[in-house]
Nanobody, 122 residues
Framework: QVQLVESGGGLVQNGDSLRLSCEVS????????MGWFRQAPGKEREFVAR????????YYADSVRGRFTISRDNAKNTVSLQMNSLKPEDTAIYYC???????????????WGQGTQVTVSS
């Protein structure tokens, strides 16, 4: 059984940085394309960033491009999301997800972590 565990969330101030990690167990990380999504109170889950299984090609939502960086370390079975220049509107629960194909739609992912809270104060 595949399990994803996120860590690294917290309370920060406007302009600060955070690094989220997602540890994958049960199957090698190299098996999966990975994505980060977030969900704010009262809003739908939205795409943040994704990285392909092969070649580690990255894609970002317009709202985070240039501020966030997704990366993967297959040897450590870990995917990371470096978040810089954080804004109050980045406040949400952040989820990592694993799937066969890289995609921006949550429905295309098979496995999800439990989420980690990121709160950015103004």
């Amino acid at each position: 059984q595949v399990q994803l565990v996120e860590s690294g969330g917290g309370l920060v101030q406007n302009g600060d940085s955070l690094r989220l990690s997602c540890e994958v167990s049960g199957r090698p990380l190299s098996t999966y394309a990975m994505g980060w999504f977030r969900q704010a109170p009262g809003k739908e889950r939205e795409f943040v960033a994704r990285i392909t299984r092969s070649w580690s090609i990255t894609y970002y939502a317009d709202s985070v491009r240039g501020r966030f960086t997704i990366s993967r370390d297959n040897a450590k079975n870990t995917v990371s999301l470096q978040m810089n220049s954080l804004k109050p509107e980045d406040t949400a629960i952040y989820y990592c997800a694993a799937g066969t194909d890289s995609d921006s739609h949550p429905s295309r992912y098979d496995y999800w972590g439990q989420g980690t809270q990121v709160t950015v104060s103004s």
